[in-house]
């Protein structure tokens, strides 16, 4: 039974699926939809950050999902980065790059979304070799999806501010948990729409003090995992920090 529940109530994050699963693909995903392909790029820095890395088959990625949207030449053409970016119909973008180990992916999603992706996916927890979200409390405030068991304990599952997101996550899980119940519920107190409202930019910062804006993201963790990620990059010469921005129009 999906439902909405509004109370609050004790219990801590857990994992959502079962312990021991085998690697692979679940059996059923939802259907989503490509993304444009005319702006690979406006996919990994106008909205998502790198958020998890999986180690699973490329083949069997392939025979799951087709082969890729777009494929990227990099390093003067000694190698091809493959892309796959999709639309779900509760409106999440993910967007999955296969860089140099042809078994290896990144995949771009708000860091709060990572499981939901993941299911959307059919992926399983064990393909996961690093999420930006790991040792991470849920946020106290937003959409939260939680899980009764039979023995009526219930747990936080996943939290995002969009209402549309823990819903459809949480309706996957209740058609792959035949014995479990899940509840999305609003956690904190809703604020004026308008001024609650701001994204996160990533600003780059060059020797000479000069900025530029390379990345904005709803969601505070993630900008400040992108900053992170190019700050450690030798390659970069720049310093990059987060800042809370007014959204576009």
Known sequence: ??????SAHPGGREGWREPGASLGFTAEVPRMQPLPTDRPRAWLFERHAHAVTLKA????????WGPPHCVVTRDDGRFQEAHWGWRSECGLELVVVSMREADRFHVFIEPLEVDHALAHLGLKDEVVEWRADAGFPLPREGWVVTRMDETGNRYDVAQSPERAHVA??????EDRAHKQSYYVEFRGTPADEDAARKDWAVIRQDEYGNRAEVARLQCEQGARAFADVYEAD??????YF???VAPRS
């Open 234 to 239: 030798p390659r970069h010469k720049q310093t």
């Open 242 to 244: 987060v800042e809370p």
């Open 1 to 6: 039974m999906l439902s909405d529940f509004s």
């Open 168 to 173: 459809c996550f949480a309706r996957i899980l």
């Open 57 to 64: 088959s490329r083949s069997s990625f392939e025979r799951q």
